[in-house]
C-alpha cells in the first residue's frame, strides 16, 4: 500500500503491516492537521493535536519495538528532526550534502547478506553526498557501506563526519545493483532474509595468516610475523625485514624527498596498539586512522592523520601530532580537550614534559602503547602515559590507515 494518510499509524491500522518504508519522508511528519482531528480515529487518540501526536508517536514506536520493519529511505533521515526517539530508531540525521561527484564506497560487511547486491566488493558511483549527525554512533549500528573520503576530490577536509555516508541523485533509481539493494533491505526489513543485527562497530579483525598473538596477549592480533613485510605496503628501497625486525632506513645513498611510508592493509576504528620501537636519528612515529592524500590535489607523502611520534631529539617523542591537518593537538605531560568547534584546551598534566622524557631509552628498544576509543587519545612509552586527548571535535578522524614513516632529512633507521 502507497499512502501518505496519518491515520495509516493509528493502532487499528498499523498492525496489519509486516513493514513501513519512509520514503522522503521529510521534516516533522507525525502532526495531525485540522482536518484530521475531525475524523473519528483521530478523536479516539486525544481531544487535541498535542494529544494525539503523543498517541501516533507511541504507536509508532511500539510498532517497531513488537517486531515491525522500518525502511528510512533518502530525505526521510532529515524527518523529525525534533523528536530524539526518532532519530535514535533511524540510526543518525542528515545534516547536509555539500557536493556532488564520482567517489569511492567501501563494503565494510562483505558477507552481509544486504550487500549482496555488490558482490562484497567496494564500487564507484557517482553522487550527491550525505552527511549524518548525531546520534550517529557505530557502536550502536551495524555499517554495511561507506563513503572513503580519500577518493573525493573535495579532500578529506571538507567532510565533517569520518565515518562516511552518501545521499542521492536521480539516475541511481535506476541503477539495478541499487534498486536490488533496496529490494533487498524492504524484504530484510519484513522478515527474509534473516541476518545478524548486532553493531559491529568497526571493520572485522584479520589475523595475517600463519601468526597468532603474543602469549599474554589474549585478543590481540598479530600484524608481523617476523618473516616479511605480508599485509604491509612498503617501499623496498626504505622498508624491509632484518633480524626478524620491521626496519625502515634512510643513508647518504637512500634518501626521500619526503615522508615514506609502511602501510597496513586493513582500516582501523577503535584499538589498542603495542609496539617495540628502537630509533637511530631522525624521526618517525604511528600514523593512525589516517586518510590518503586524494590524487592530483595536493602534493606530498601519501598519509596524513594522527600521529603516535617520537624522534631523535626528544622534541616530537609522546606527542599526539595531525601533520598538515590540526598539527599538535596535545604536548608530552598534556592531559587536553579539543571542543566541538575545535578549541583546543590543556586540562591537567600528566608531568614534567622534560623528567617524562628521561623515561625513554635513546637508541635502545622501548614500548610504544597507542590506545584509542572514540575520541578518546592516550599515548604510553615504557609504561608511562605521555598525554591523553579528548577530541569532540567535529574534525576528528575516528577510522583510517595505520602507518609507520621515516622522516624526510639527515639519515636514520627505526
Not at 168 to 175: A, G, P, Q, S, T
Request: with cysteine; aromatic share 8%.
Amino acid at each position: 500500500m502507497v499512502s501518505d494518510d496519518l491515520a495509516m499509524l493509528v493502532p487499528e491500522r498499523i498492525k496489519q503491516f509486516d513493514a513501513i518504508i519512509l520514503n522522503n519522508t521529510s521534516g516533522a511528519w507525525i502532526t495531525p492537521t485540522d482536518v484530521q482531528m475531525h475524523t473519528e480515529e483521530f478523536r479516539r487518540l486525544g481531544a487535541d493535536k498535542e494529544a494525539v501526536e503523543e498517541a501516533l508517536r507511541k504507536t509508532f514506536l511500539d510498532y517497531v519495538a513488537n517486531g515491525g520493519g522500518l525502511v528510512v529511505i533518502h530525505f526521510a533521515l532529515a524527518g523529525n528532526q525534533h523528536w530524539p526517539q526518532f532519530r535514535k530508531l533511524a540510526g543518525g540525521t542528515f545534516t547536509g550534502h555539500p557536493w556532488s561527484e564520482d567517489v569511492g564506497v567501501t563494503v565494510q560487511d562483505p558477507q552481509y547478506p544486504l550487500a549482496a547486491a555488490f558482490g562484497g566488493k567496494d564500487f564507484r558511483l557517482t553522487d550527491e553526498i550525505y552527511e549524518y549527525g548525531p546520534p550517529f554512533d557505530r557502536s550502536k549500528l551495524r555499517v554495511l557501506m561507506s563513503l572513503e573520503p580519500a577518493t573525493s576530490s573535495m579532500g578529506v577536509a571538507w567532510i565533517n563526519r569520518k565515518d562516511g555516508s552518501f545521499g542521492h541523485r536521480e539516475e541511481l533509481y535506476r541503477n539495478p545493483q541499487v534498486m536490488q539493494l533496496y529490494l533487498d533491505a524492504i524484504q530484510f526489513a519484513t522478515g527474509e532474509p534473516v541476518a545478524p543485527t548486532e553493531p559491529r562497530g568497526g571493520p572485522p579483525n584479520r589475523v595475517v595468516p600463519g601468526t597468532d598473538p603474543a602469549p599474554g596477549l589474549s585478543g590481540f592480533v598479530s600484524l608481523f610475523d617476523g618473516k616479511d613485510l605480508a599485509g604491509w605496503t612498503a617501499d623496498p628501497r626504505i622498508w624491509s625485514v632484518k633480524d626478524s625486525t620491521i626496519t625502515g632506513q634512510t643513508t647518504a645513498g637512500v634518501t626521500v624527498k619526503e615522508n615514506n611510508f609502511l602501510i597496513w592493509k586493513d582500516e582501523s576504528e577503535d584499538f589498542e596498539l603495542r609496539l617495540k620501537f628502537r630509533l637511530e636519528g631522525g624521526n618517525s612515529g604511528i600514523y593512525f586512522r589516517a586518510h590518503t592524500r586524494p590524487p592530483g590535489r595536493q602534493k606530498g607523502e601519501p598519509l596524513v592523520g594522527m600521529q603516535a611520534d617520537f624522534s631523535a631529539d626528544g622534541r616530537w617523542t609522546g606527542v599526539i601530532m595531525e601533520y598538515t591537518l590540526r598539527e599538535v593537538l596535545a604536548e608530552r605531560g598534556q592531559k587536553g580537550i579539543i571542543d566541538e568547534s575545535g578549541r583546543k584546551q590543556v586540562t591537567g598534566t600528566l608531568g614534567d614534559p622534560k623528567r617524562l622524557l628521561e623515561m625513554v631509552k635513546p637508541g635502545e628498544w622501548n614500548d610504544y602503547t597507542v590506545l584509542a576509543r572514540g575520541g578518546q587519545i592516550k599515548l604510553s612509552i615504557n609504561d608511562v602515559v605521555m598525554c591523553e586527548l579528548d577530541d569532540k571535535d567535529a574534525k576528528c578522524l575516528t577510522r583510517g590507515w595505520l602507518g609507520l614513516h621515516v622522516h624526510v632529512g639527515p639519515a636514520m633507521r627505526v
